[in-house]
């Protein structure tokens, strides 16, 4: 299953152009805090931490952009592409309490376009996340968007939430007290159900966006309406990594229970340069493998089986070696097929060839050798044809 649902993704994330980038699975603990945030949960808390034999903090990747971004600076990939477009699919740690769908090794898929301002590019990150979880059956998702503003709009933004904040602070749970100053809009994001009812009507970002940002959000959702994508907008969506500027989106799936987040991501236009490459606007997403498992599985969508071809049993000893020869050559012509390598009767040879469900069967012997005749049998619908044996690759190649 996670073989079948990992060559889809790579198929999606080839048709789109995005190549595979491999990154170390531990990078220096300094570059996730100062792209990630260190007010943030993961950098607070969630960190697998430690020294290396010399002294130095290193950390187990808890997510993949950093390490991209990382390897695009010091790879100078800017230089040679005006657009860098990579993808990737690893384990990554975060020390969360587990439960259904949240795990401390999980898996994630992602893709980052590195290099493009545009709203198009934005798009065309959504459309293949949710391109994704089509081609692989699953149709019950919601899409939600938001702008969380730039440098510019968001601080004046948080100034006005804050002052609305400090107002009801003493009603407000007590992680929520913290963030007022630290991380405001996370209060929006609160789960907290009496959190939610006193911000219920507190000013939303997407009120206050300034023009520049204002337009590009406009484009985004346009954008999604001429793609056929549907979409609702959720200013109060502010995710838990500190890096994004303008759009941030969510996937989420009913189906998933507590943890319903699918993928998650958005633009981060200022990461490249706070991590010391130029001023390079960069878009991109994540998705957990483990919760595309979940509801593969519930969905009861099974990959397209994988059993041999045809399975070649060998009716007498000395005709052993031909089975095998031609065992060989089908496979090294594309063909899956097996043979009997623990010297089992015929019989036993038939019981096999069912087992593995191989979609013909041959029987070859001394017989079949000098008439260059043999039957072969389809184990599906139980038809047989008579074929010749000197041409067994030509027949499965025609
Ligand atoms: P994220 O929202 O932290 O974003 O993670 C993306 C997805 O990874 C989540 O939606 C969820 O499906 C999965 N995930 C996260 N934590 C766990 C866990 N403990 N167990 C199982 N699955 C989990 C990011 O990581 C950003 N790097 C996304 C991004 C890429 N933004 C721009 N580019």
Redesign the pocket.
């Known amino acids: 299953m996670w073989q079948f649902a990992e060559r889809t993704i790579r198929d999606v994330f080839h048709q789109f152009n995005y190549k595979e980038i491999r990154t170390p699975i531990f990078e220096s603990t300094s570059l996730f805090a100062r792209s990630i945030g260190e007010l943030t949960d ?1 950098v607070g808390k969630e960190m697998y931490t430690f020294q290396d034999r010399s002294g130095d903090s290193i950390t187990l990747r ?4 950093a390490s991209a971004i990382r390897a695009y600076i010091q790879n100078n990939l800017g230089e040679s592409l005006p657009l860098s477009k990579v993808y990737y699919i690893g384990p ?1 740690f ?1 020390q ?1 309490r587990p439960q259904a ?4 090794q ?1 898996h ?1 898929f ?1 893709a ?1 376009a590195i290099g493009s301002p545009t709203a198009e590019t934005d798009v065309e990150i959504i459309a293949m996340t949710i391109e994704i979880y089509k081609r692989l059956g699953i149709t019950s998702y919601s899409l939600q968007i938001n702008s969380v503003g730039d440098e510019e709009c968001r601080p004046k933004y948080k100034e006005i939430l804050r002052d609305e904040l400090r107002k009801i602070a003493d009603q407000l749970s007590t992680e929520s007290q913290k963030r007022i100053d630290q991380n405001p809009m996370r209060v929006l994001d609160s789960k907290d159900e009496n959190d939610q009812k006193l911000t219920a009507s507190m000013p939303l970002i997407t009120d206050h966006l300034n023009e520049e940002c204002s337009k590009h959000f406009e484009r985004v959702k346009a954008l999604l309406t001429a793609y056929g994508i549907p979409y609702t907008v959720n200013g109060r969506l502010v ?3 500190d890096y ?1 500027t303008k759009t941030a989106f ?1 996937i989420t799936s009913t189906e998933l229970g507590s ?1 319903d ?6 633009r ?1 236009d200022l990461l490249v340069k706070e991590l010391g490459g130029k001023q390079t606007p960069s ?6 493998m ?2 595309l498992m979940m509801i593969l599985e519930k969905k009861g969508i099974t990959p397209p089986k994988q059993n041999p071809k045809i399975f070649i049993a060998a009716a007498d000893e000395s005709s052993r070696e031909w089975v095998l020869k031609t065992t060989m050559a089908l496979r090294t012509n594309g063909i899956a097929s097996e043979c009997d390598l623990l010297s089992r009767s015929l019989k036993s040879q038939m019981k096999e060839a069912d087992r593995q469900q191989a979609e013909f069967s041959l029987v070859v012997g001394t017989m079949e050798l000098e008439s260059g005749k043999a039957l072969l049998k389809n184990l599906t619908d139980h038809t047989q044809q008579e074929i010749s044996v000197n041409d067994i690759v030509g027949f499965f190649n025609k």
Do not use: K, N
């Open positions: 993961i808890p997510e993949g952009t990554m975060r969360e769908g949240r795990l401390r999980f994630q992602g980052e995710r838990g990594l994004y969510e943890q987040a699918l993928a998650g991501g958005g981060y878009v991109g997403f994540a998705a957990g483990e919760r």
